[in-house]
């Protein structure tokens, strides 16, 4: 047993429809040539990918399971999310369901370098759910946002990000923003004797946005905001891999990619299982019950792919957020368990305009 | 007028909903704010996306105009992304049908650097349409992938490229590869007095790519292939400006951005205006008529999309694909004029085991 074993939903009157489109996939997502072309036994035992099962899995639909070789992989990525969907995106009914991976294939994989229980000892908090919340909106200026950071900090927030969709704006360019915050960030630590950590976004051009993470944590940001599949998936773990901190993952352009359930990859694979083989040590995504249509079952089944057994990848933590309100947490709990960020952002602005106090009443919420 | 004019496909029962869930977009993709705490004049006058427009497009279907300005999207792609599709890929009802330019914007981006007339003046082909063909399948080694390569060069391929998925494999690594594959097609280049471009895959991992590239460049490749939905968009934009060569857009993972009508972002949009915002030179997409769905009606949208005026952007050269035979030539001439790549893969090796006379056949049948 090696490389990934790819779990695909098909959409099939019979079970010959099934086999034959199942197999239309090891070969799209590998070799790309017609039938004739891969009956080459070097070709066909070396780096076709192979159907290894085939099961109903509800009425019209088949669950194949497809083994990647590593010969096809080749530990990269990009490689690894193009084998995955690449091709088969543009033919219907086939949706990515599942992703397993061989131990000598995980091996290769950094996976997240912190995971729960290192976000928490970073954090000095070993049990309790921790809370974050966002600076915003995009507009606000420098100083405004750093007394943003500085208020949640003081009030006893555990994680202070950048709105995801603050950049690199005139308005509060990267450089003096994320200086400004965390060294807002940094007065209130010293003034609490708390450990905040302030995660800016980093997501940017691809060949800036190493030096702007390496800008970040040598400014004393404590985590870093990535939108993966914005800035592709790889450009995450080597986020992760140049600075070293803890990284967390913004689902931006996530719903492209689970429109409806026969097409797509599912979240739980998207934002689960493949954010944190891209190194993600938190992962955020719409909770039930917010401006978002995800379902409770699908943010259970969320945080199971992040927290289950993956070969040895560390856990990841889940973000729930998209207008999460502080009347929700007990709802949240009963979900997530206690390893868990709630992230709350408009709601902790709007409680009043004693931003330090709001912060402090969403600390009394956890213990 | 400035920054960016998005379309959005909004489904809704009446104007009044439709309005609701237009204001919404304009929240949601820039501010990500309750209503209330976007009403400050500050950050609705300049940040908040607006809506210039809502006309009903079919029945339940409105489309609205919305005004992204210049103060959000920072003019960096990955941010442009976020704002056209981030957080609204995640509700349902919301695609993504049109992107305009201001003109003040465009004069922001690179757009492709050598378009129709720069390719066609790097061939030394003004006029008939192009041929492409593809090294494959993966699996194949260093020295036969460059026999491919030689053979196709001699018969007067003017592009011959990688497949997408030949990355860094252990049969045929990145660096090896392309060294000997350019090297073949100067071979064969100053045997004919021919110009055939070499155009590797440089899609790799993030901190690698432009390496890759460089490489590349400095190997001989006359082009570079990039995956930018994998990569993401704005690696295929760097890849271009730090080699200066042209670069060709492969559609994987694009599928899973239009899986119906009513989400997602069209293909004209996706594969068409923002690759050429990206910078792509050639975009490769699925003809109809092939392995994949694509109908004739999309391919001649997508078509106009990488030729249409774009605010002084350059045009792109459509290269319809996947499972293209030499028979459809003259379809595809219907559809995509003279200025088109014909891509042929599979097709190309299965003619007859000379694969000098077969890329001579390919190549007579275009004048």
Chains 1, 2 share one sequence.
Not at 66 to 76: C, D, G, I, N
Not at 161 to 183: L, T, W, Y
Request: with cysteine.
């Amino acid at each position: 047993m090696e490389g990934i074993l790819a779990t695909y939903r098909i959409v099939a009157a019979d079970r010959a429809e099934a086999e034959a489109r199942a197999v239309d996939v090891c070969i799209e997502q590998t070799v790309e040539v017609t039938p004739a072309l891969c009956a080459d036994p070097v070709i066909a035992d070396r780096t076709v990918a192979r159907l290894e099962g085939l099961e109903p899995s509800a009425p019209g639909r088949w669950d194949a399971r497809v083994r990647f070789p590593e010969a096809v992989l080749s530990a990269e990525l990009p490689q690894v999310v193009n084998c995955l969907y690449g091709n088969v995106s543009m033919k219907p009914g086939v949706r990515l369901v599942g992703v397993a991976l061989a131990p000598s294939f995980a091996r290769l994989l950094a996976g997240p370098r912190h995971g729960i229980a290192g976000v928490r000892a970073l954090l000095g908090v070993p049990h309790r759910p921790l809370l974050m919340s966002a600076l915003k909106p995009v507009g606000r200026t420098v100083a405004e946002l750093a007394s943003y950071a500085h208020a949640m900090a003081a009030g006893g927030i555990d994680l202070v990000k950048d709105d995801h969709g603050i950049a690199n704006q005139a308005c509060s360019p990267f450089e003096a923003r994320v200086e400004a915050c965390a060294a807002a960030v940094a007065r209130a630590n010293a003034a609490t004797g708390g450990r905040t950590l302030y995660c800016p976004t980093v997501t940017g051009p691809a060949d800036e946005i190493l030096r702007r993470a390496e800008h970040a944590r040598d400014a004393g940001a404590g985590g870093l905001l990535v939108s993966p599949l914005v800035t592709g998936l790889d450009a995450m773990r080597a986020v992760a891999a140049t600075t070293g901190l803890p990284v967390m993952a913004h689902p931006a352009l996530a719903g492209a990619f689970f429109p409806h359930d026969d097409h797509g990859i599912s979240p739980e694979v998207l934002l689960g299982t493949l954010m944190r083989m891209a190194g993600a040590d938190l992962v955020v995504f719409p909770s039930w019950g917010g401006r978002f249509p995800f379902t409770r079952e699908t943010c259970a089944r969320l945080d199971a792919a992040l927290k289950a057994d993956l070969c040895g990848l560390a856990p990841a933590l889940p973000v729930p957020a998209g207008g999460m309100t502080l009347d929700r947490v007990p709802a949240m709990l009963s979900v997530f368990g206690r390893d868990v960020v709630f992230l709350i952002g408009s709601a902790l602005y709007e409680r009043s305009p004693d931003l330090v106090a709001n912060a402090a009443y969403f600390r009394s919420l956890v213990s």
